[in-house]
């Protein structure tokens, strides 16, 4: 039987690009982070490369700390990367030791990182490299819909209307994403809404259960 997600007081988040974790998590963090659990988050790419015109290139890495800031993460907490974007499988070593270097120093009881089923080149990397890391650590996979073929909703977390809420305020902290469907409030609420209603709940985020270790 799993254990409650407030027992687990050390949580990492791995993000292949800034958002991702807001995406896949947000109300996860909030509600850990409201909880009392240490959370940490680690994004491998600012996309630098992607980043509009109008905007300095270091956008998303000035977007990713208001965001995480605004779920609760403490400024101490975000560990950012500079990988170039859609390359991340060029340094898959490289990224390997990082994550080993995080391990050693967080020695986070959960790791949360992108779906198995996830196709995104940049979030394929992480997240193998994420389960060869921490082979002996509680992993779950959180969901990008516009990525995954299939995605297995084995674990429920339930979040309150304020979790929510942040998530949703969190990712308007990215500016440069502004317009993009699956950055609109209304996707995101819906999503909210559908994982809530299959368990009876106002509301919920799905994760996938790669590995679940009970001490």
């Known amino acids: 039987m799993i254990e409650s997600m407030a027992i687990k007081k050390n949580i990492l988040i791995l993000a292949p690009h800034t958002d991702d974790g807001e995406l896949g998590c947000g109300g996860f963090i909030a509600k850990a982070v409201r909880q009392g659990a240490e959370v940490y988050y680690a994004a491998f790419s600012t996309a630098d490369e992607s980043v509009p015109a109008i905007f300095p290139p270091n956008q998303l890495e000035i977007e990713v700390r208001e965001a995480t800031a605004i779920l609760g993460v ?91 809420n942040k998530k949703i305020a969190a990712l308007g902290a990215y500016k440069t994403q502004a317009g993009k469907n699956y950055m609109k409030p209304e996707f995101i609420r819906s999503m909210a809404v559908i994982r809530g209603t299959q368990i009876n709940e106002g509301y919920a985020e799905a994760f996938e259960v790669i590995r679940w270790i009970d001490k």
Not at 90 to 114: C, F, G, S, T
Not at 135 to 140: A, G, P, Q, R, V
Not at 144 to 154: A, E, V
């Open 74 to 164: 403490r400024p101490e907490n975000l560990y950012v990367y500079k990988h170039e974007v859609r390359k991340l499988n060029y340094v898959r070593q490289e990224i390997l030791d990082e994550m080993i270097a995080l391990r050693e120093k967080l020695n986070p009881d959960l790791v949360l990182l992108p779906s198995q089923n996830d196709i995104h080149q940049d979030h394929t990397t992480v997240t193998a490299e994420g389960i060869r890391a921490f082979k002996n650590t509680s992993i779950l996979g959180y969901e990008l819909i516009w990525n995954n073929l299939s995605f297995s909703t084995d674990y429920f977390c339930v979040i309150s209307e304020d979790d929510l």
